[in-house]
């Protein structure tokens, strides 16, 4: 499954896939998977050309990985838009997570309960 957010604060488009590796590879062929890999955050170019941000998980299950590419997303994110990345800024940083957190568990919460798993 495949799901766009656009971020309110920096107007970026955010893009979640949730499923094998081959779905990821078929949305962005350079992203150089390791053979373990199980999920990933990338700044990619979207085949609109514009940039974006992709997060990966291969399985619905996945809330620890999700969270730890949300912190990923998070820190890519406030790089790219110059925004502080430092216990000086915890706060901020853990509010930004959040919401990545709550958006992406949503969706795939609502998917696993539709499969039954």
Known sequence: MRYKFTDEIFRMNVYLIVGDRKEVEKFCDALNLSDDARGGCWKITDKKGLESFL????????????????????????????????????????????????????????????KGK
């Open 55 to 114: 997060i990966w998980l291969d399985g619905f299950d996945q809330y620890h990985n999700m969270v730890h590419e949300t912190l990923h997303l998070t820190a890519q994110m406030f790089k790219e838009y110059g925004v502080l990345f430092s216990a000086d800024n915890e706060e901020m940083i853990a509010y930004y997570q959040n919401y990545w957190v709550r958006k992406f568990w949503n969706k795939m919460s609502k998917f696993k309960d539709k």
